[in-house]
């Protein structure tokens, strides 16, 4: 238990101890992570808004550090850059690899959602065949101080997907921010040794009774106020077998292919590579974000495989929440909402989901009647 | 030597048709022999035979520019040669060149025509055979229409 | 989550290395197999053999010109000179098909489930090939007859577009005069010179199998190809399971990361590009997928 003396105490012990502190900040109307040093560089006092298609700030008229919900970006980029050298060209014959990123970093006010996903892309990157070392080495200096949730957006499900507003695992140190009549103050969790660590070098007093109890309602109203669903009991089978799904045609109707869900998604991994070179000749190959939207992406000789709008939105949905069960164990969903709230057309993955499961009615059926 | 009723049974067309059809067929047949590149037909003239091949290797060819000939199908053992006696005006559209040794049974198309107008039931059965043969052979041409190994242009 | 006994970013590199760095591989040979078709003979710089096996494909390319994966076409027996049959098709095709001797090209791999040829011991095998797809059934067709004796008949149709477009001609002429591998050509249309069949694969195919059963077939060719081919072996008797196919996608990394060449749940680059016909038939015909 520590107040808000206590938490730019954490801070400073951090960076004391050589992370670069990155945390949300307000930058150009949006909550965007970036480094930070001071407790002044939080959102403090800021509440968001987010609908299908609509992000907005406000001033929450609470004295909140993390009264909001996801930021704009996740924490994707910190772990897995939009863009990488891989391997540079020498004078000798053999490229030699780039040198691994291994900067340490402690992320602060990591959502539960967000943690999920990082645990997804840990099974993409780390836990197969062929693993990202860049991604491996930042995992491993990376120092996660989880937030709990207690204001979910309008377009959060979460708690569809497996989750919920506060982490069971995978954080070194959780706070609970607690704004009562005694003031504002965080109930502390530890997660690991090295998080324990950390918040021993910090005065803090143990939490009463009366305040775990108070941090346990935070994420239990927080999830009772999140109203969006998914179903995904066997949400799987049913989009396998809706693959000539009426409704693909409604969504390519609306779907710009912009890309946009792809790039705020806290799981989606796709990259292509390219050479670099500069006016000397060739320098390397580098790795960069790419998105199935792109038409290009599935491209062989002769065009592209996924050539419309639908073939290639159904791509997406069906990986997301079906695929990537038979390829990597889990949902590829943590239902974070962003791909909600980031589409500039508002399409909410929700609503589809629900129209795809029901299977469409056919010219026997109607005869039927 | 096989008699030619032997050989007629041994092919696909006429697997099972029974004692009394058969009889009626192999009147209208001949055995033949063509040796390397000489022709079963030739574009123009008139459909007025089919060939079964029994052994060997034929080629139908399509005439082009200048006389020039490209071979669009070969038809080898078990398999029919020629189809346009068939369909009026009963005319070739191909050369058919055995590019080996070829031995074939000869169906006389008029008298097999009269007797399968005599017994519509014998026509009918044939009918169908020959129909699934010229089925195969035009899905084959549609695929190959596709043009499967050539480099896709980009559309 | 910290650790503080981390290793150091050199240890770390070293113990897990980076899956995306290429290798210098000199251009040994090259021969010119059809008008856009080039087999070219590499071996690494450092002179280390690269074993693979038959069905396996690289991700190849000239530095400054990209990389593509090709299939190796050569005999696993002599990993020492891996053979790669290219097509040029785009930029980084052509610029590997216009390769001298000399050159040196960047590697990776060798990527993929292949053949697993050793599945017809035992039995029967057919190889059905079409077009550039005979490139990667070679290595399969080298592996069995250099163990002959643990197959039985073995079967080698191979359709082309054309006489001038068919590939290895001399080494096909070689296994045509073989007693113990039957070897059936055809070609989708041909001037008189040519002496032998006209038509799809499926027509010089054999007719009927002793013991179906006991047969595998290895079928490479575009994908109608491959699906007709496939399709007229199940209904001569063949198990989908013993007919296998090999798949090709969109493939930029070859190790199932970049997420381009994915057919459903299936990565062609790890789950394939060999796959049982009975996984992938209704995959195949999906519109878009």
Not at chain 1, 304 to 318: D, E, F, M
Not at chain 3, 149 to 161: I, N, Q, T
């Amino acid at each position: 238990m520590f107040d808000v003396a206590g938490l730019q105490a954490l801070i400073d012990e951090l960076i004391r101890r050589g992370y670069t502190v990155v945390g949300p900040t307000v930058r150009e109307g949006g909550i965007v992570a970036a480094e930070i040093h001071s407790i002044d560089d939080l959102p403090r006092g800021v509440a968001d808004h987010q609908q299908p298609g609509e992000y907005r700030l406000s001033e929450s008229g609470a004295d909140e550090f993390f009264g909001f919900a996801s930021g704009a970006t996740s924490w994707k980029p910190v772990l897995f850059p939009p863009r990488r050298m891989l391997w540079r060209h020498t004078t000798a014959a053999a490229p030699v690899p780039e040198p691994l990123d291994d900067t340490p970093r402690a992320l602060l006010g990591v959502r539960a959602c967000d943690l999920r996903a990082i645990e997804v892309q840990d099974r993409v990157f780390a836990d197969r065949a062929f693993i990202d070392p860049d991604y491996v080495s930042r995992r491993r200096n990376t120092f996660i101080v989880a937030v709990t949730c207690g204001h979910p957006s309008q377009t959060c499900f979460c708690t569809s997907m497996g989750g919920g507003p506060k982490p069971s695992g995978g954080y070194d140190v959780l706070l609970t921010e607690l704004v009562d009549d005694e003031g504002r103050r965080f109930v502390v969790d530890t997660g690991t040794a090295a998080g324990a660590d950390v918040v021993a070098a910090i005065a803090s007093r143990p939490a009463s009774s009366a305040e775990r109890t108070a941090a346990d309602d935070v994420a239990e109203r927080a999830a009772a106020r999140i109203e969006r669903r998914v179903d995904t009991d066997g949400l799987r089978d049913r989009l396998y077998e809706a693959r000539e799904h009426p409704q693909w045609d409604d969504i390519a109707s609306r779907c710009l292919s912009c890309g946009n869900c792809t790039l705020v998604c806290p799981t989606c991994f796709c990259v292509t590579t390219n050479d670099v070179e500069d006016l000397a000749g060739p320098v390397g190959r580098e790795r960069v974000w790419d998105s199935c939207f792109v038409v290009e992406y599935s491209y062989i000789h002769g065009g592209p495989i996924r050539r419309s709008t639908q073939a290639r939105y159904r791509q997406w949905l069906t990986h997301k929440f079906a695929s990537w069960i038979d390829q990597f164990g889990t949902s590829g969903c943590v239902g974070c909402g962003r791909c909600v709230t980031w589409c500039p057309v508002g399409i909410d993955i929700t609503e589809e989901l629900a129209r795809l499961s029901v299977r469409p009615a056919t010219a026997s059926d109607k005869e039927g009647r | 030597m096989k008699d030619l009723t032997q050989l007629l049974s041994e092919q696909p067309i006429f697997s099972d048709l029974g004692n009394d059809m058969f009889a009626l067929v192999a009147g209208c047949a001949h055995n033949e022999h063509f040796g390397v590149d000489e022709y079963l037909f030739r574009t123009g003239e008139p459909a007025d035979r089919f060939f079964l091949v029994r052994r060997g290797l034929v080629a139908l060819e399509l005439v082009r520019t200048a006389g020039s000939r490209l071979i669009v199908d070969t038809v080898s053992t078990g398999e029919i040669a020629g189809l346009s006696w068939l369909v009026p005006p009963y005319r070739w559209n191909l050369d058919a060149r055995a590019v080996e040794e070829t031995s074939a049974v000869s169906i006389d198309a008029s008298c097999l025509r009269r007797k399968c107008d005599d017994e519509p039931r014998v026509g009918y059965v044939l009918l169908q055979r020959v129909s699934s043969a010229m089925y195969q052979r035009m899905h084959a041409a549609r695929v190959r229409m596709a043009d499967v190994y050539g480099v896709p242009a980009n559309d | 989550m910290t650790d503080t006994a981390a290793p150091t970013r050199t240890e770390l590199a070293r113990e897990l290395g980076e899956p995306m760095l290429p290798r210098p591989y000199v251009v040994q040979q090259t021969k010119r197999e059809t008008a856009d078709t080039a087999t070219l003979s590499l071996a690494s710089l450092d002179g280390v053999p690269t074993p693979f096996a038959p069905g396996q494909f690289t991700v190849v390319g000239r530095p400054g010109w990209g990389e593509v994966p090709i299939s190796i076409s050569g005999d696993p027996a002599h990993p020492d000179h891996l053979e790669h049959t290219v097509r040029a098709v785009g930029d980084a095709s052509r610029a590997l098909v216009s390769a001298r001797p000399g050159d040196t090209l960047l590697l990776r791999g060798p990527y993929g489930v292949g053949w697993d040829v050793a599945d017809g011991v035992g039995g029967n095998v057919v190889i059905v090939a079409g077009g550039i797809g005979l490139a990667p059934l070679r290595p399969a067709l080298l592996q069995i007859l250099a163990h002959r004796p643990r197959y039985r008949r073995v079967f080698l149709v191979y359709g082309a577009r054309a006489p001038h477009e068919m590939l290895f001609t001399r080494q096909l002429e070689h296994w045509r005069g073989r007693f113990d591998i039957e070897v059936a050509v055809t070609v989708d249309a041909a001037t008189p010179e040519w002496r032998g069949h006209v038509g799809l694969v499926t027509s010089v195919l054999p007719r009927s199998y002793l013991d179906p059963d006991a047969t595998l077939a290895l079928v490479c060719g575009p994908e109608i190809m491959m699906r007709i081919a496939a399709d007229a072996l199940v209904t001569a008797g063949l198990r989908p399971d013993r007919v296998k196919v090999s798949l090709e996608r969109s493939m930029k990394c070859g190790i199932g990361v970049c997420g381009h060449c994915q057919l459903r749940e299936l990565f062609v680059c790890l789950d394939g590009p060999v796959f049982r016909y009975d996984r992938v038939a209704a995959l195949m015909t999906a519109r878009e997928l």
